[in-house]
């Protein structure tokens, strides 16, 4: 009897039973794409029932052989074709696979990834990213830089990496990285040593999570490595003491009194910066945090002083990041000498530091002050090297209308901001941008003048000062009691500066700040100038403008940027009742401390149309008087100095006048 390929009528339906009962959608068409068959799976996955989904053509774009994509009802669906015979004719068979899940997890690392290279950007971490397919790995400057080479001197290829690797713990770093490929970790986190540049080993604790191309398959590496030695030595150091701890111990209770400490001191390292041992940025946010909730509901005092190295950048690159390591070491060490042990000082971040004190506004920039001279006059040396360092001070202090510690810290960053705007090493403390006054000014005077500096600045140094010395002997013309004020100004505050010990770009900034600093008087009304009688109250207003004019019309000048903010700050007062912005102690500029002290004596010696002059001893003895309150109290001992060790200054200066 001949065979024949003819199944039976059940054969046929258990058939149907296996296919409906597969977990995947099974879709059979005809060549037109209209449904013949579909399991009920298939029905699920394309939320149709039988009757509306059989005899209807199926809209989804497809080539034989091919795998797509396809969404449908919120579900992403894989679909295979592939050619079938279905009751004895040529049809397509649709192997149909729901991914959602899957495309929500590969959707969900992609992400993860963004802001791991994000939060990467911002730490001290090495990156390294291995191309599995070109068998590459992108190592980080910072990544070279923690086993001590620089950027050319480590290739892309994996054994510059895996050859460094201790011998003791390459095996288990293979291990690692193996089990994390084929699925069985979910991330790469290992800790071993590799060989520095130097010679030794260093602590690494590596970071990493593996990348899956669409077919699932293992396309990349990335990561991050930390130095982990310092921690390393500590854990050891404890392990260490632990250990002989039990053996010295026969007191069991004294064993867990000494247990508890070492805990203790695990908790402090969780809180503190690695480098310089005073707190981290986490605790600083989670105390003040703290802080300003109990201030807010109990009230007292709270002041956040941020504090920010000057040119740390240009220190690094011209020392090397061991010497601002070590900068930042020292700073900390200075924070930690002047504060008290109730305020908070710990590392705001890179340059930057913060502290939290109890007190009032005016003994916060009391303590401030005596931070940044403390910072100013200690010599870092580093090696074979003396370094000079500055510091830049904002200070904010609590008050009812901060809504909360972000609008706190942001005030103390805006007060420090200005700080480096006024020209750095300065103290700023936050306050609201007073409402401008309109006073009787000669406008159309300081628009001239200001082009003429626009102009004058286009031309040579030398040439400008030639034109300086003429704009400023026009503006001592303008009052005959002051003439030669200016250059007499300019002479004392250079022999001051030189007896400070400035650098010889500083006491040039002086100089010329001293030539310029009554610039602005040009728009001050002669009558004014010239008036016999004191002045009157709004007089007195429209004169007092003088610095702010000043500093307008030169500002647009690139090369006098240094000696603007003497320019601006000379009337300031050491105590803070001075002009143009009460600024007061160290938040003044240097130059315009020493300039206010030569301003003053050049008056007092040469008089004025409403006083008259007074003698060399009466003078110095006014000065002597207004340490402390008008003057800085450095400035004015370094001015006797000057005089009593060049006692034919002043006869040389007014003879020659």
């Known amino acids: 009897m001949k065979k024949t390929n003819i199944i039976s009528k059940e054969d046929f339906e258990n058939i149907l039973s296996v296919l409906n009962s597969y977990p995947d959608g099974i879709v059979v068409l005809d060549y037109s794409k209209v449904v013949i068959y579909a399991n009920t799976a298939a029905e699920f996955l394309f939320c149709f029932g039988s009757s509306l989904l059989i005899g209807n053509k199926l809209e989804v774009n497809f080539r034989l052989g091919e795998t797509i994509e396809f969404e449908c009802n919120n579900k992403v669906l894989e679909i295979k074709a592939s050619s079938t015979i279905w009751n004895y004719k040529n049809a397509i068979l649709l192997s149909i696979r729901d991914i959602t899940a899957r495309k929500k997890r590969e959707k969900t690392l992609l992400e993860s990834e963004e802001r791991y290279a994000l939060a ?95 077919n699932g398959k293992v396309c990349r590496l990335t990561g991050s490595q930390t130095d982990i030695t310092e921690r390393k030595e500590t854990e050891k150091n404890l392990e260490k003491a632990l250990i002989d701890l039990k053996f010295a111990l026969a007191s069991e209770k004294v064993l867990l009194d000494e247990l508890d400490k070492r805990n203790k001191e695990l908790v402090e390292l969780s809180i503190t910066d690695g480098l310089t041992g005073l707190y981290n940025h986490r605790f600083l946010q989670e105390r003040l945090e703290f802080e300003f909730k109990r201030i807010k509901r109990y009230g007292g005092n709270l002041s956040c002083i941020m504090i920010d190295i000057d040119h740390f950048k240009q220190l690094n690159d011209n020392f090397g990041h061991q010497c601002g390591d070590f900068v930042l070491r020292e700073i ?11 305020d908070i000082c710990g590392r705001y971040g890179g340059e930057e530091f913060l502290i939290l004190t109890s007190v009032c506004l005016e003994d916060t920039l009391q303590f401030a002050t005596k931070l940044h001279t403390a910072i100013e006059n200690y010599i870092f040396k580093f090696e074979d090297k003396s370094i000079h360092v500055t510091v830049s001070i904002g200070i904010a202090d609590y008050r009812p209308d901060i809504k909360n510690r972000h609008e706190f810290i942001e005030r103390a960053d805006m007060a420090l901001y200005q700080a480096k705007e006024d020209g750095r090493n300065l103290i700023r403390v936050w306050k609201e941008k007073p409402d401008d006054t309109s006073l009787s000014i000669n406008h159309i005077g300081i628009l001239e003048l200001k082009k003429q500096f626009v102009d004058l600045s286009r031309q040579m140094r030398a040439t400008y000062l030639e034109y300086t010395n003429a704009l400023v002997k026009a503006v001592d013309a303008k009052d005959p009691y ?102 007061k102690g160290r938040e003044i500029p240097l130059g315009a401390r020493i300039i206010a002290i030569a301003d003053a004596f050049d008056a007092m010696i ?18 002597k008087m207004a340490s402390g309150t008008q003057f800085a109290p450095e400035i004015v001992n370094k001015f006797i100095e000057v005089l009593e060790k060049n006692s034919t200054l002043i006869k040389n200066i007014y003879e020659s006048t």
Not at 170 to 193: D, F
Not at 332 to 342: F, Y
Not at 530 to 552: C, F, M, Q, S, V
Not at 606 to 621: A, F, M, N, P, V
């Open 120 to 214: 990467m950007q911002g730490s001290n971490d090495g990156l390294w990213d291995w191309n599995l397919i070109k068998n590459e790995i992108y190592f980080s400057e910072r990544w070279k830089s923690i086993i001590g080479y620089d950027v050319d001197e480590i290739s892309s290829s994996p054994e510059e990496w895996f050859s460094r690797i201790h011998p003791e713990d390459i095996s288990m770093v293979k291990s690692a990285i193996s089990a994390h490929m084929e699925g069985i970790t979910h991330l790469l986190e290992i800790e071993y040593r590799i060989l520095h540049k130097d010679g030794t080993y260093r602590w690494i604790l590596c970071r990493g999570v593996a990348v899956f191309d669409k």
């Open 332 to 342: 900390a060490q200075i924070l930690r000498k002047s504060s008290r042990e109730v």
């Open 482 to 583: 002051t003439k030669q004020h200016s250059q007499n100004v300019s002479v004392i505050s250079v022999e001051i500066a030189k007896s400070l010990n400035l650098n010889e770009n500083d006491i040039e900034v002086i100089k010329y700040a001293a030539l310029l600093h009554d610039i602005g008087k040009i728009a001050v009304s002669e009558a004014i100038l010239t008036k016999n009688d004191r002045l009157t109250k709004d007089e007195y207003e429209i004169l007092k403008k003088h610095p702010i004019i000043g500093a307008n019309i030169l500002k647009d000048i690139k090369f006098l940027e240094k000696e603007i903010p003497i320019i601006l700050h000379h009337h300031e007062r050491f105590d803070g009742n001075g002009y143009p912005y009460g600024l």
């Open 606 to 623: 040469s008089g004025r149309g409403y006083k008259k002059s007074i003698s060399l001893e009466d003078t110095l003895k006014e000065i």
